[in-house]
């Protein structure tokens, strides 16, 4: 079912409690894996879902990747110790365009080893790369541990495509893959899954499930 794949999504820096209490009660009602918001909100959402299945999943070092390491593994810290069940950090960027896998890998298992058994998924920006370079860092991303790579923060130059998908899945140590920004209905989604897609993050949820109208970009 379409819905235990999705990541309910609100991480516009304007939201308010308001909106992720509205965010959990959608989340609640149709079941989606998980809710994913910025850091400050993780503990209202925990509160919120309070005996539903919906886990807590929030963005670490987003949208830009450009913290230090240690800032990131701080926030992952303190993500966790705030109820959260997942983690979505974002890459360094500007290493993966020098070709600098090697402090992509950096990162990613400094991370793991905070998250241990929870979910870590990387997000890698794809709309920046070619496609040797989403093959090469999604390469390095699972080889350094990552359970998932996510293709967008929503808030890069562009989204998910089936093409960027296919790519991160394909690489011979592939777990599993988010595909992220723009997928905004249920044929959207569609498209992600059989690309080899098995988590949607996209805050376009209640449409995806319902048929109803879309009304957000991410």
Same mark, same amino acid.
């Given at each position: 079912?379409?819905?235990?794949?999705?990541?309910?999504?609100?991480?516009?820096p304007?939201? *308010?409690?308001?909106?992720i209490?509205?965010?959990?009660?959608?989340?609640?009602?149709?079941?989606?894996? /998980?809710?994913?918001?910025?850091?400050?909100?993780?503990? %209202?959402?925990? @509160? $919120?879902? $309070?005996?539903?299945?919906v886990?807590?999943?929030?963005?670490?070092?987003?949208? =830009?990747? @450009?913290?230090?390491? $240690?800032?990131k593994?701080? $926030?992952a810290?303190?993500?966790?110790?705030?109820?959260a069940?997942?983690?979505?950090m974002?890459?360094?960027?500007?290493?993966?365009?020098?070709?600098?896998?090697?402090? %992509?890998?950096?990162?990613?298992?400094a =991370?793991?080893?905070?998250?241990?058994?929870?979910? %870590?998924? &990387?997000? %890698?920006?794809?709309?920046?790369?070619?496609?040797?370079?989403?093959y090469?860092?999604?390469?390095?991303?699972? /080889?350094?541990g990552?359970?998932? &790579?996510?293709?967008?923060?929503?808030?890069?130059?562009g989204?998910?495509? *089936?093409?960027?998908?296919?790519?991160?899945?394909?690489?011979?140590?592939?777990?599993? &893959?988010?595909?992220?920004?723009?997928?905004?209905?249920?044929?959207?989604?569609?498209?992600?899954?059989?690309a080899?897609?098995?988590?949607?993050?996209?805050s376009?949820?209640v449409?995806?499930?319902?048929?109803? =109208?879309a009304?957000?970009?991410?």
């Amino acid at each position: 079912m379409v819905a235990s794949m999705i990541d309910h999504t609100y991480l516009k820096p304007e939201g *308010t409690p308001s909106d992720i209490q509205t965010l959990t009660k959608e989340a609640r009602a149709h079941q989606f894996k /998980s809710v994913c918001i910025q850091p400050h909100f993780v503990a %209202l959402a925990k @509160a $919120e879902l $309070e005996g539903s299945s919906v886990e807590v999943c929030t963005v670490i070092g987003f949208p =830009l990747g @450009a913290n230090t390491l $240690e800032t990131k593994v701080f $926030e992952a810290k303190n993500a966790l110790a705030n109820g959260a069940d997942e983690i979505d950090m974002v890459a360094p960027l500007g290493a993966i365009k020098a070709g600098d896998f090697d402090r %992509l890998k950096s990162e990613v298992k400094a =991370l793991k080893d905070v998250t241990g058994d929870k979910i %870590l998924k &990387v997000i %890698l920006e794809t709309a920046m790369w070619d496609d040797e370079t989403i093959y090469k860092a999604s390469e390095a991303a699972f /080889s350094a541990g990552a359970d998932f &790579v996510k293709t967008s923060t929503g808030f890069g130059s562009g989204g998910a495509t *089936t093409e960027a998908v296919k790519i991160m899945k394909s690489v011979p140590n592939a777990k599993a &893959v988010k595909a992220s920004g723009g997928v905004r209905n249920a044929a959207d989604a569609q498209a992600m899954i059989e690309a080899g897609a098995t988590r949607i993050g996209t805050s376009n949820g209640v449409a995806i499930v319902t048929g109803a =109208l879309a009304h957000n970009s991410y």
